[in-house]
């Protein structure tokens, strides 16, 4: 790995603001601030002005949106739009999840104006792929993080492509306790930077961080971030503690490439 690792937490729906208070007193506390990391915290729109506001004299750790709508306003009653995550200091948008894809029913074209969207604004999409148990048995597994990845770049120009962040996240291995082997891993992550080399070339590509999520805990982080293209982890249940986010997001490659 020769990026500055990305360790990106997503609470789904998880923690309270007063939840989020208590989790950055004792988070902080056990975390000096990292210049070769970059550490990004996704709470609830609803918990993340009490996140920004717990993170005032830390501005090395970013805050980011796991969700925006893909219009950027009007009538469209219970969303959050992108202009709102930026005022209130989100640096990063979580798009297509495959919570969003498979519960919420998002499709690709929603990700190309999505992507598009955040882009625009100057915001970092985390644009998140992935297969399910059924198209990997098929052997589809690479065919559909490239459809979606061709989706999510649809509509941004090649800078834009180039500032963006992916997370390969085998719908498999969310929340199952199941990760992918480091192989499997390095394998999807080989394809998906061949794929953005092709569009914005290899030395743009090589500088875009991709993220592993499924299952990561502390015990796996440091062999995953060991494997060859694995830049980063996209993180759920195991960083809603504070004590085990900390530790995750101190770690360190096993080996180097
Ligand atoms: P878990 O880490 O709980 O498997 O969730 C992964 C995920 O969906 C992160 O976006």
Not at 125 to 141: D, Y
Request: charged content about 20%; proline content about 4%; glycine content about 8%.
């Amino acid at each position: 790995m020769h990026l500055k690792p990305v360790f990106a937490a997503n609470w789904k729906l998880n923690h309270t603001p007063t939840d989020a208070r208590s989790f950055l007193q004792r988070f902080l506390a056990l975390t000096p601030r990292q210049q070769d990391r970059t550490i990004v915290l996704c709470p609830s729109a609803i918990t993340l002005t009490t996140v920004t506001d717990g993170l005032r004299d830390r501005p090395d750790i970013w805050v980011g949106v796991q969700n925006v709508h893909s219009e950027a306003q009007g009538a469209y009653t219970g969303e959050n739009s992108v202009l709102m995550a930026r005022d209130v200091g989100a640096r990063v948008v979580l798009v297509g999840h495959s919570e969003r894809r498979h519960v919420f029913g998002e499709t690709d074209a929603m990700m190309t104006k999505k992507c598009a969207l955040v882009a625009q604004a100057r915001l970092t999409p985390i644009l998140c792929v992935g297969e399910t148990l059924e198209e990997r048995e098929s052997g589809a597994a690479a065919t559909v993080v490239e459809r979606q990845l061709a989706a999510g770049i649809a509509e941004m120009d090649d800078t834009q492509v180039g500032a963006m962040m992916l997370a390969y996240e085998p719908v498999w291995a969310i929340g199952t306790g199941k990760t992918a082997t480091p192989e499997d891993a390095s394998d999807i992550h080989g394809v998906l930077r061949r794929a953005l080399a092709e569009r914005i070339g290899e030395k743009a590509a090589a500088g875009v961080p991709i993220l592993y999520g499924g299952s990561v805990n502390r015990g796996n982080a440091s062999t995953l971030l060991s494997s060859p293209d694995v830049d980063g982890l996209l993180v759920g249940g195991a960083s809603l503690d504070p004590d085990g986010w900390s530790s995750i997001v101190r770690s360190s490659a096993t080996s180097t490439e």
